[in-house]
């Protein structure tokens, strides 16, 4: 692993990267390496009660403030929820995400998670890293990145149909991680009473599900994305 990464996480929505892999990015943040977390929708549909518009600008501060519990910066490519566009205009704003960015290595959502926000951010992240790199492909950021990124699967929801091929002990990044998760106010009723989910119970009983599994108190699991040229022969993960 180089001293100094760059580590760009891409969830669907503001709390998605915080239920699955705050441990992880904490742990490179805590190492000196510079951390992105993007959220590509918004959260406007994630209440029952409060308005959408206001519902997004709440939000957007929720994942701020988690994002600097963490060590890490937070961007929104606000797209509404449930609407990431499937076409080119959608795609290029993910190249101009990795443009921005420029990653040593990314982390986001397997193509098969359990709602569409997620299956397409893991689409069109996959497509963006490729296509961020070549210079004739334009978008509003000229300058194209000299990597085609090695990519990283988080856990899916509550870890259904997927087996890590890596671990990440998280034990001393834990409460960093509930601490991150308690930022996201709206989305601790909204879960509770939409999805009959106890989010502080969820992480806690991933993250020991996840640690029983490579002999660590806590832990968060990773697939590799296995496909030239983004193979390398170091360990990637903290
Ligand atoms: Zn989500």
């Known amino acids: 692993m ?4 760059t580590v760009l996480a ?10 699955l892999c705050a441990g992880t990015l904490a742990k490179y943040a805590g190492a000196g390496h510079k951390v992105y977390m993007c959220h590509a929708a918004n959260g406007n549909k994630g209440h029952f009660v409060i308005p959408s ?6 939000r957007r501060e929720e994942a701020k403030a988690a994002a600097a519990i963490i ?3 937070s961007i929104s490519l606000d797209f509404p929820d449930c609407e990431i566009p499937p076409t080119k205009d959608g795609l290029d704003r993910f190249i101009d995400l990795i443009r921005q960015t420029r990653p040593d290595i990314i982390i986001t959502h397997p193509p098969y998670d359990y709602m569409p926000d997620h299956v397409m951010v893991g689409k069109h992240v996959f497509d963006a ?10 978008t509003d950021i000229a300058e194209y990145h000299d990597t085609v ?3 990283y699967y988080m856990d899916t929801l509550v870890g259904v149909g997927f087996l890590p091929q890596e671990y990440v002990d998280i034990t001393e990044e834990y409460e960093i991680k509930r601490k991150a998760l308690n930022c996201h106010q709206s989305q601790v009723t909204w879960l509770a009473e939409h999805d009959n989910i106890d989010i502080f119970e969820y992480i806690e009983t991933s993250a020991r599900f996840r640690g029983l599994q490579c002999d660590a108190r806590y832990a968060e699991g990773f697939c590799r994305l296995d496909v030239w040229p983004r193979n390398k022969t170091e360990r990637l993960l903290p």
Do not use: N
């Open 2 to 5: 180089k001293e100094k990464m």
């Open 10 to 19: 891409v969830g669907a929505h503001p709390d998605d990267i915080e239920m």
């Open 53 to 58: 518009d206001e519902l997004r600008l709440i």
């Open 71 to 73: 060590g890490a910066e």
């Open 129 to 138: 890293s490729f296509h961020a790199t070549l210079p004739y492909y334009k």
């Open 149 to 151: 990124a090695p990519i």
